[in-house]
């Protein structure tokens, strides 16, 4: 090899390096680009969906509060006495009852469910109110108890619960109290905006 051609081959590969470089980053900028199109997309949406709500509630077409709960797993400590059994979640709050579907058991269960149960504003105002969540077996057998406190949930804020129940499972919980969508979604899209 000579010297020039050694020069030459190190600045193709100097030249190479600098266009997947440029490759790289126009792919990053193009993919963030979409990003931004769909957040204005859905913001766009969501001020629509706004519109709608607001000109309901100005009719007094308000929707009833309601508490709704996303279940999203449980870790349960001794994973051998789960096996070969089915188990879901059960909420109760204000006389109403709400359960997740039946998967079986193992170390890590995962529900990602969202189950919702109407409940008046007065359930709220007392102190001592709270959401009873349940682990239930197939044969109707409820595993233990859990009394998750509401008096957080009175200004729509997404909650986040994980409940240690005495069996050794922790199940963790979205609890949210919404009594206006409308004023819940512009909360979200003056949060949106705020961000752009």
Not at 6 to 20: I, P, T, Y
Not at 30 to 57: F, G, N, P, W
Not at 76 to 82: K, L, P
Request: hydrophobic share 40%.
């Amino acid at each position: 090899h000579t010297i020039p051609s050694m020069v030459a081959a190190h600045e193709s590969n100097q030249v190479d390096g600098e266009l997947q470089t440029a490759r790289s980053v126009l792919s990053a900028f193009d993919r963030y680009d979409q990003e931004v199109k769909s957040l204005v997309s859905l913001r766009d949406t969501a001020q629509a969906q706004l519109h709608a709500l607001a000109d309901k509630e100005a009719q007094g077409l308000e929707p009833e509060p309601q508490l709704v709960v996303r279940i999203v797993e449980a870790v349960v400590d001794d994973a051998s006495r789960v096996h070969g059994q089915r188990f879901r979640i059960t909420v109760r709050a204000g006389g109403q009852e709400a359960s997740s579907r039946w998967q079986p058991g193992s170390e890590m269960i995962i529900w990602k469910e969202t189950v919702s149960m109407l409940l008046p504003p007065e359930t709220l105002r007392n102190p001592a109110a709270a959401v009873q969540v349940d682990i239930m077996t197939e044969d109707g057998r409820s595993l233990g108890s859990f009394p998750e406190p509401l008096s957080e949930l009175r200004q729509q804020q997404l909650v986040k619960r994980r409940c240690a129940f005495p069996c050794g499972w922790r199940v963790l919980l979205l609890l949210q109290w919404v009594h206006s969508p409308a004023e819940l979604l512009r909360g979200h899209v003056v949060a949106f905006e705020r961000s752009e």
